[in-house]
C-alpha cells in the first residue's frame, strides 16, 4: 500500500468550514422572515433570548480530522476484503466509519439500512447461502450487538460466515458523559463471543488491517462460521498520524480442509461391497460443484440419498432422491455415510417425545456408520448445537464438499462389470419408488384442496405454478410447510432452495430471504419466500428495507393467525395432562385482532395484496404480485392459511 499522505485535505477543510458557515446562514435568513415583536407576559419577568446569539453566525466550525482519518483507511481494509455492501443499523459509535464509507468510500460497498440488528445479520445470512460470500455488518457497541445475537446465533448453527464490525469507545477519556459509557465496554465481544469463531479488539490500525484480513480467512475456512471485529472509536476519528506507513496484508485464498485419504479408501470399499449403502447429506452442498458431486457419488453407487434439507444436496427430482423413505432405508442399510451431519444421532435414532422420553435406534445390529465433515474441527461448550454424540464407527474430519472427488475416484477402483450389473438393478428400484412418492404427493396435495383457511399443499402448488418457467430462487425454510415445496417441485440448482435457519429463531425467514433476494437481484433471478407471520412479526421493518433498497422479492405469507408449532406443543401438553385443548390458543394464536399484512406492508412502501382466504382468489393474486417482482420491486400477497 501506498505511504500515508503527510499534509491536510485543504479541500475538505474548506468544504467543513463552508458547510458551517453556510449551514448557520441556512438558519439565520428564515429566523429573519418570520421575526415578530415579543411582549413580555404578566407576572414573572421571563429573559428574552438574545437576538445576537440566535441569528448571528458561530464561530469558525472546528475542523475535527485533518487529512485522511483512521475510518478512511479501515474502509480501504473493508475495500480490499470485497464486499459488496454493508448491512446496517446507523449509530453513533461507529459514525466515523459511516461517514469514511459514503463519503470516502463513495459509499461502496453500499450501505443498506436496516431498522434493526438483528435484520443486518440475518440478511448476509441469506446473502452467503446464494453468493458464497459474507456480507459486512456494522453495528453498535454493546446495544447493537445485543440485537443481532440472535442472528449471529442462527447463522452460527447454521455454519454461515457473517462478518460484523462493531464500534466501541475503549479509552475513558474519550467518552462523552453519558448514553457514551452505557455503550461502551471494555470486552463488547464477549456477549456473542460463545457463538463467534474468531473476534478481536484492534488496538492500532495496522493490528485493525491485520485482523480484518484475518477474520475474513477464518469465517471462510470450512466451518464457515460468524466473526466479529470492534473499531474503537478513536482510531476510526483520530487522524493517521503524518508519516505513518500502514499496509493491508493480501487476502489467501483459502482451501478447505480433505479427509484423510486411508480413511477414505476405506470408506470408498465398504461403500461399494455394501449390501444396501445409504447416503445422509445435511449442510454439505457449499456450491453448485458440492451437489453435482454427490449426484456423480450416488450414480456410480446407485444408492438412495437422503436430503436432510439443511442444503439442497441433491435435485428434488434425481431418481437416487429417497428422502422421503428415510427411515426404511436406514432400517436396510449395512453401511450410512453421512455427509456434514449437524444431527446423526437424530437421524438413526427415533424419538418419542412422550411422559416418559425414549429413543431407540433405526439402523440394524451391525451397521457400519461413517461421518465426513469439519463439525469436529470448531466446536464450543456452552451452546449444545452439536448435539447427541453418535456413535459412529469411522469419523472422517474434513470438508465434505473437498472430499468428495477423492472418494468418488476410489469408489470407482471398486466397481467391476458384476457389481455394475448389481448397481443398476438396484438403481431401477429406486427409480420406481420415487416415481411413486412424486405421484402420490401430488394427489395428497389435492386433499382439502377448496377449503378454506387455504391449505399449505394448495398454497405450495398455486406458488410453484407462477415460477416454475421462470430463474427462481426459494429463499425460506419449509419445514412449516410439511416440505411440500420439495414433495411437489422440480429443485435442481443449489439457489432453488437454500435450507433452514440454523438456530432456528423466529425473525430469521423474512429477513434472510432480503439478503438472499438481493444477492439473486444481479442474476436476474425471481426470489419467493413463503414467509411466516410469527416470524415477520418479529423483524417486519426488513420490508421498508426491501422497499427502500429496491429488491424484487414476492412475500407470500404462511398466515396460519398464531405461533402453530407452539400451539401443538400447548396442545401436547393438555393432552398430557387430560385438560382439554379448549385453551391451548391462548398465548398461542394472533387472533382479535387478527393482523393485517397487507395494510402493513403497504405502509411500509411495498405493493401488497389480500388477506386471500377463497382459494379461487390465490391463482390470480399471485399472478398480479408476479409482474410486480418481474418489474423490479418487492411485493407482499397475505394468504390466510391453514396450520401446516
Known sequence: MPKMADGPDIKRRKFLKGAGLAGAAAMAAPLNA????????????????????????????????????????????????????VASNPASSFRGLHESLINYGNNSPEFLTCSHEEISVAMGHGYYKIEGKPLCVFAHGTVGLHHATMALYNSWCDRVPVYVVIGNIMDVQLRRPGIEWNHSAQDPAAVARDFLK??????????????????????????????LLVADGGLQEDPIPAGMELRIPKLPQVSAPQGESGAVAETARLLATAENPVLVADRYARTEKGAKLLVELAEALQCPVIDTSGRLNLPTRHPLNQSSRARGHLSQADVVLGLEMNDYWGVINSYRDQLHRTSKPITKPGARLISLGCGDLYTKSNYQDFQRFADVDVAITGDGEATLPLLIEAVRKHVDQGRKANFEARGKKLADAHKADFDKAHVDATYGWDASPISTGRLCAEVYEQIRNEDWSMASPTASLSYWPQRLWTMDKPYHFIGDGGGMGIGY??????????????????TVAIQNDGDLLMTIGVLWTAAHHKIPLMFVMHNNRGYHQELMHVQRMANRHMRGLDRAHIGTTLRDPFIDYAKIAQGMGIAAIGPISDPKDLGPALTRAKAIVKAGEPVLVDVVTQGR
Open 34 to 85: 418570520v421575526a415578530q415583536p415579543r411582549t413580555p407576559p404578566a407576572g414573572n419577568a421571563v429573559p428574552m433570548p438574545n437576538r445576537a446569539a440566535e441569528t448571528g453566525v458561530p464561530p469558525e466550525m472546528e475542523v475535527l480530522t485533518e487529512g485522511k482519518s483512521g475510518s478512511d483507511f479501515m474502509v480501504d481494509c473493508i475495500k480490499a476484503l470485497g464486499f459488496d455492501y
Open 198 to 227: 474468531w473476534d478481536d479488539n484492534p488496538a492500532s490500525l495496522q493490528h485493525f488491517a491485520e485482523s480484518s484480513v484475518r477474520a475474513y480467512k477464518i469465517a471462510m475456512t470450512p466451518p464457515t462460521l460468524p466473526v
Open 509 to 526: 425467514c423474512a429477513s434472510a430471504s432480503v439478503g438472499a433476494a438481493l444477492a439473486n437481484r444481479k442474476h436476474g433471478r425471481f
